[in-house]
């Protein structure tokens, strides 16, 4: 089964700290996972992969497969990070099939 | 391009009431999704669709049908509502590359009472 826990529900730092959303998944094969942010009034959409390697925003992450783990850095916090975050998990069953955790929302305080 | 496009955006609903919540995409994604948003318990798959004329269940169907109408419309229908499907809904749409990024509608918020 896929599961994907973040054990922040919400997260408040100062702007130009240090970012960490945490995330851990459970899965019995190769894992793809992602990052998706909800920012107010706006849809949920795509922040990064782990495939892609990139940085966005300023953000990275890196899988960590030892620790089952994607967390979500950035050096220096930006208000405009202030948003709801997801991680996700895609599996393959017939389609790609994306579970979801359970969002940590960062507030960024001037 | 629209996007994803859901109807209704708002709805209020007596226990034991039927809808349906339409979605659209214009992007000729094979795959769409449902899911529901609840605080605390994050997005959670009701059900989703490889491709025309297949659905498969989520992580929560129970209480739920859908209807992968063509490749453009996957409809959500709530038989017998209960206060517990109270929640927003959004339906998704894949992009067929494989690289898993998932296009979200703007959500339906629905109000059972």
């Known amino acids: 089964a896929q599961r994907v826990t973040q054990p922040e529900k919400l997260l408040s730092v100062f702007k130009g700290a240090p970012v960490e959303l945490k995330c851990n998944y459970s899965?019995?094969?190769?894992?793809?996972l992602f990052w998706y942010v909800q920012y107010s009034r706006q849809r949920l959409q795509l922040l990064l992969r782990?495939?892609s390697r990139e940085s966005i925003k300023g953000f990275t992450a890196d899988l960590n497969k030892g620790e089952t783990s994607f967390h979500l850095k950035k050096p220096f916090a930006q208000e405009e990070d202030s948003a709801m975050y997801y991680c996700?998990?895609?599996?393959?069953?017939?389609?790609?099939?994306?579970?979801f955790g359970q969002g940590t929302r960062l507030t960024i305080n001037p | 391009n629209a996007g994803v496009t859901q109807t209704p955006k708002f709805q209020v609903l007596k226990t034991g009431q039927s809808m349906t919540l339409q979605c659209a995409q214009d992007m000729n994604h094979n795959s769409m999704y449902w899911y529901r948003q609840d605080p605390g318990m994050g997005l959670r798959l009701i059900y989703y669709s490889a491709s025309e004329g297949t659905t498969d269940k989520g992580e929560v169907p129970n209480g739920y049908n859908v209807s992968r109408l063509n490749k453009r419309e996957f409809s959500l229908r709530l038989e017998s509502a209960a206060p517990s499907q109270t929640s927003v809904y959004f339906c998704?749409?894949?992009?067929?590359?494989?690289?898993?990024?998932?296009?979200f509608g703007e959500g339906s918020r629905l109000t059972v009472l």
């Open positions: 899965y019995s094969g190769s894992p793809e």
């Open positions: 782990h495939i």
């Open positions: 996700a998990l895609s599996g393959f069953q017939g389609a790609q099939k994306l579970v």
């Open positions: 998704a749409s894949l992009r067929d590359n494989g690289a898993g990024e998932l296009f």
